[in-house]
């Protein structure tokens, strides 16, 4: 009996319509490669940096209450002096012998009360026994009370001439540093001249000089960085104290005080700080602006899942363009990877790869 055939049987026909169908299936989709940035929101607006330095609130300029010429100074700028330290020295010669005229004066003051003391005296014990004139009595006493007189001006002018001979010597009336020295051993100096400046330590500040028309703009309660130029680890968070009323003739700018809200220990007199002026505003994110799609009137960029490896495109409200970057709100939140290349040719759900190497 012969078998019967394939084609009879229909196996042929079925194996080559599994055959057509399995030629007809599809490739897979090529993954492609997806440059992304991970966003984090914005709260502040950056308005400027500028260079400052850490100096005292309180700050005194000393001069000798005497004129004369300085012999010695007895420390160096950054000094710690204590309250009624010497900080320099006047010739005194000048006061010495002022105080030497007085008291050769007060000696002769004196011996001179002394002397009408005794002749009041007597003309009284001759009026009482009734011997002595009344006019020879009155001019006793008078010639007392004039030589007493001449005896306290002779006592204050001795005290005035010792007073000026203290003042040969300039002293800190404080507890303080040295941050100034305006005359020189060997200069002469008139009364009330500056010559040195001695700040308070215990109250720091930061003192900028902002633009005037950023200092006029300034919103009210604006907070300010300050972080040390050497380490800008060392930082701490600073408000307006003081902005000068009148802008510098030749700089224009306004010399502004910051109060720190913490100082720390490197924050020494004199040390310059990087202050930053930034303005609190609605969170926002700044993207390359290669990041943005903008069809059909909408804005929009595409957020990678990183756990389906798929896009997704989100609107978002442009606030800003600015050179290379755009400024973004609404639409994204912190952490989203955000495709930052390449968006015009993305769709929906498909897939991509996270190249670390290619991220930015």
């Given at each position: 009996m012969n078998r019967p055939s394939l084609y009879r049987l229909g196996i042929l026909p079925l194996t080559a319509a599994l055959l057509l169908g399995c030629s007809e299936k599809k490739p897979p989709e090529p993954v492609r490669p997806a440059l992304y940035i991970v966003v984090q929101p914005q709260l502040a607006d950056q308005l400027g940096r500028f260079a400052g330095n850490i100096e005292a609130r309180y700050?005194?300029?000393?001069?000798?209450?005497?004129?004369?010429?300085i012999v010695r100074r007895y420390y160096d700028v950054g000094a710690v002096v204590r309250k009624?330290?010497?900080?320099?020295?006047?010739?005194?010669?000048?006061q010495q012998n002022q105080l030497r005229s007085a008291q050769g004066d007060l000696a002769k003051v004196q011996a001179q009360l002394i002397n009408a003391q005794a002749t009041a005296r007597r003309q009284q014990e001759l009026f009482n026994r009734g011997v002595g004139?009344?006019?020879?009595?009155?001019?006793?006493?008078?010639?007392?009370?004039?030589?007493?007189?001449?005896?306290?001006?002779?006592?204050?002018?001795?005290?005035?001439?010792?007073?000026?001979?203290?003042?040969?010597?300039?002293?800190?009336?404080?507890?303080?540093?040295?941050?100034?020295w305006k005359a020189e051993a060997?200069?002469?100096?008139?009364?009330?001249?500056?010559?040195?400046?001695?700040?308070?330590?215990?109250?720091?500040?930061?003192?900028?000089?902002?633009?005037?028309?950023?200092?006029?703009?300034?919103?009210?309660?604006?907070?300010?960085?300050?972080?040390?130029?050497?380490?800008?680890?060392?930082?701490?968070?600073?408000?307006?104290?003081e902005i000068a009323p009148q802008a510098d003739s030749a700089t224009r700018t306004r010399r502004t005080r910051l109060t720190l809200d913490q100082t720390?220990?490197?924050?020494?007199?004199?040390?310059?700080?990087?202050?930053?002026?930034?303005s609190p505003i609605?969170?926002?994110?700044e993207l390359p602006l290669t990041a943005l799609q903008e069809t059909d009137g909408h804005s929009r960029v595409w957020i990678i899942d990183p756990h389906a490896k798929t896009v997704s495109p989100h609107d978002v409200n442009v606030l800003r363009r600015d050179g290379q970057t755009v400024l973004?709100?609404?639409?994204?939140?912190?952490?989203?990877?955000?495709?930052?290349?390449?968006?015009n040719s993305l769709t929906s759900g498909q897939k991509v790869r996270l190249d670390k190497e290619?991220?930015?």
């Amino acid at each position: 009996m012969n078998r019967p055939s394939l084609y009879r049987l229909g196996i042929l026909p079925l194996t080559a319509a599994l055959l057509l169908g399995c030629s007809e299936k599809k490739p897979p989709e090529p993954v492609r490669p997806a440059l992304y940035i991970v966003v984090q929101p914005q709260l502040a607006d950056q308005l400027g940096r500028f260079a400052g330095n850490i100096e005292a609130r309180y700050e005194s300029t000393l001069g000798f209450r005497v004129p004369g010429r300085i012999v010695r100074r007895y420390y160096d700028v950054g000094a710690v002096v204590r309250k009624g330290d010497i900080l320099a020295n006047l010739d005194p010669t000048d006061q010495q012998n002022q105080l030497r005229s007085a008291q050769g004066d007060l000696a002769k003051v004196q011996a001179q009360l002394i002397n009408a003391q005794a002749t009041a005296r007597r003309q009284q014990e001759l009026f009482n026994r009734g011997v002595g004139a009344q006019a020879q009595l009155d001019t006793a006493q008078a010639n007392l009370k004039t030589t007493a007189a001449s005896m306290q001006q002779a006592v204050a002018a001795v005290n005035q001439a010792r007073d000026q001979l203290s003042y040969c010597d300039l002293r800190a009336d404080h507890d303080a540093v040295i941050t100034q020295w305006k005359a020189e051993a060997g200069q002469v100096v008139s009364i009330g001249e500056e010559v040195v400046t001695l700040a308070r330590p215990e109250i720091k500040e930061a003192v900028i000089d902002l633009p005037g028309p950023l200092a006029e703009a300034l919103p009210k309660g604006i907070e300010f960085l300050v972080a040390g130029q050497l380490d800008p680890n060392v930082n701490t968070t600073a408000h307006i104290r003081e902005i000068a009323p009148q802008a510098d003739s030749a700089t224009r700018t306004r010399r502004t005080r910051l109060t720190l809200d913490q100082t720390p220990p490197a924050f020494r007199l004199g040390s310059s700080v990087s202050v930053t002026v930034s303005s609190p505003i609605a969170e926002h994110f700044e993207l390359p602006l290669t990041a943005l799609q903008e069809t059909d009137g909408h804005s929009r960029v595409w957020i990678i899942d990183p756990h389906a490896k798929t896009v997704s495109p989100h609107d978002v409200n442009v606030l800003r363009r600015d050179g290379q970057t755009v400024l973004l709100a609404g639409g994204l939140k912190g952490g989203d990877y955000v495709v930052s290349a390449g968006v015009n040719s993305l769709t929906s759900g498909q897939k991509v790869r996270l190249d670390k190497e290619s991220s930015q």
